[in-house]
C-alpha cells in the first residue's frame, strides 16, 4: 500500500514525480549519471552547470579536500567534512544541449533541470538559456553561486553577490525563456541573502 502513495508535487506548473532530486555536483556530471539517477527513481535532475565553450574549464585533481572547520582532527570522529572544489562541467555545451533532447525524450514523465552559468553578459546567458530551452530542458537554474574557480571570469558568485547583476540577468534570463521556469541558485557567501532573492523576485 504504501507504493500507491502520490509523493508528486507540482512547482512552477511542472509536475515532480516525487521531491526528491539530485543537485548540480558530481553525481549530474555527464549523460549516463543523471540517467542512472533517474533509472533509480529520483524526481529530478539537476544537470553539472555548463557554460559556453569559450568560458570552458579544466578542473583540478584531486577535487575533494579536507574540511578545516573540524579543528586539528584529521580522520575519525573529529574530522567533520570535505570539501568539493569540482568546477563546472568541462563538457562542452552542445554535449550536454544533445544530452538534455536525449534525457528529456527517453524519461518524458521526468524533470530535468538545465544548469547554465555565464558572466555579466545578456548575450552569453540569453544563448545559453534559448539553447537549453530548445534542446527541451523542462527549466533552467542559473548558478549565481559558484564559490570557486570562476570568479577571476566574473561568473558565478562574482554576480550573485551583486544584487543589481542578480536582477538584471533574472530580466535576461525571462526574455529568453518567458514560458518556462526559471530558478536563480543564489549563494550564501553573502551579508544578507534576501536582498538577493528580493532582486531575484523583482527581475523575475
Known amino acids: 500500500e504504501i507504493d500507491a502513495v502520490d509523493l508528486s508535487v507540482d512547482i512552477c ?19 549516463p549519471m543523471c540517467r542512472r539517477a533517474i533509472e533509480e527513481g529520483w524526481g529530478f535532475v539537476v544537470s553539472k552547470t555548463w557554460g559556453l565553450d569559450k568560458d570552458i574549464c579544466t578542473n583540478v585533481s584531486p577535487r575533494i579536500v579536507r574540511g578545516t572547520t573540524a579543528g586539528d582532527g584529521t580522520f575519525g570522529p573529529n574530522q ?35 544548469s547554465v552559468m555565464a558572466s555579466f553578459n545578456e548575450a552569453d546567458w540569453k544563448e545559453l538559456i534559448t539553447n537549453a530551452v530548445d534542446a527541451g530542458a523542462h527549466a533552467i537554474e542559473m548558478n549565481l553561486s559558484c564559490p570557486h574557480g570562476m570568479g577571476e571570469k566574473g561568473m558565478g558568485l562574482a554576480c550573485g553577490q551583486n544584487p543589481d547583476m542578480v536582477e538584471q540577468i533574472c530580466v535576461w534570463a525571462k526574455e529568453a525563456a518567458p514560458n518556462t521556469p526559471v530558478f ?13 532573492a528580493a532582486a531575484a523576485q523583482r527581475g523575475g
Open 184 to 196: 536563480a541558485k543564489l549563494t550564501p557567501n553573502v551579508t544578507d541573502i534576501v536582498d538577493i
Open 13 to 31: 506548473g511542472l509536475k515532480f514525480p516525487n521531491p526528491f532530486g539530485l543537485a548540480s555536483a558530481p553525481p549530474t556530471t555527464s549523460a
Open 80 to 114: 567533520g567534512a570535505f570539501l568539493n572544489i569540482e568546477l563546472i562541467s568541462e563538457k562542452t555545451e552542445q554535449y550536454w544541449l544533445q544530452s538534455t533532447r536525449e534525457i528529456t525524450r527517453d524519461y518524458p514523465d521526468q524533470v530535468f533541470i538545465a
